[in-house]
């Protein structure tokens, strides 16, 4: 006879505590170890719980939904400011471009870092351990 094979899925991860780790720019199998070594570069393992963490594929995600995040914020301030206050056209020319790119330095690594954590909760791009070691021998 074969060899029977295990194929249950493997246990899901939690995701709301992924994201949180994740936003917090943390290692979302522990919280402990940095996802980052510098503004936006993913370690290739954590540095507490060893976690490989190259296996995510980011790409535009977090770019876009930064964009969109920031963008759905700043504009019904601007269309609100320029209704209620009498500001001169350089004062809305100096305070939007700097709130925006505020914004985005702020918010790109946290949502990144979501980007990733969300990956590894579900066990995509090689984040399913099983999987990997599979593919190792």
Same mark, same amino acid.
């Given at each position: 006879?074969?060899?029977?094979?295990?194929? /249950?899925?493997?246990?899901?991860?939690?995701?709301?505590?992924?994201?949180? +780790?994740?936003?917090?720019?943390?290692?979302?199998?522990?919280?402990?170890?940095?996802?980052?070594?510098?503004?936006?570069?993913?370690?290739?393992?954590?540095? @507490?719980?060893? %976690?490989?963490?190259?296996?995510?594929?980011?790409?535009?995600?977090? /770019?876009?939904?930064? @964009?969109?995040?920031?963008?759905? #914020?700043?504009?019904?301030?601007?269309? /609100?400011?320029?209704?209620?206050?009498?500001?001169?056209?350089?004062?809305?020319?100096?305070?939007?471009? #700097?709130?925006?790119?505020?914004?985005?330095?702020?918010?790109?690594?946290? #949502? +990144?870092?979501? #980007?990733?954590?969300?990956?590894?909760?579900?066990?995509?791009?090689?984040?399913?351990? %099983?999987?990997?070691?599979?593919?190792?021998?």
């Amino acid at each position: 006879m074969r060899d029977l094979i295990d194929r /249950s899925e493997p246990a899901p991860r939690p995701l709301g505590p992924a994201l949180a +780790k994740g936003w917090r720019r943390r290692c979302p199998h522990c919280g402990g170890g940095h996802l980052f070594d510098g503004y936006l570069t993913v370690r290739p393992a954590c540095d @507490i719980c060893g %976690e490989e963490l190259h296996h995510h594929r980011a790409d535009d995600a977090p /770019s876009w939904l930064t @964009i969109l995040i920031v963008g759905h #914020v700043i504009a019904p301030l601007m269309i /609100s400011a320029y209704q209620l206050f009498d500001l001169p056209m350089w004062a809305h020319a100096a305070i939007w471009p #700097v709130l925006a790119l505020t914004g985005v330095v702020i918010l790109l690594p946290r #949502v +990144k870092g979501g #980007v990733v954590a969300f990956q590894w909760a579900h066990r995509m791009h090689g984040f399913d351990t %099983e999987a990997g070691a599979a593919a190792a021998r």
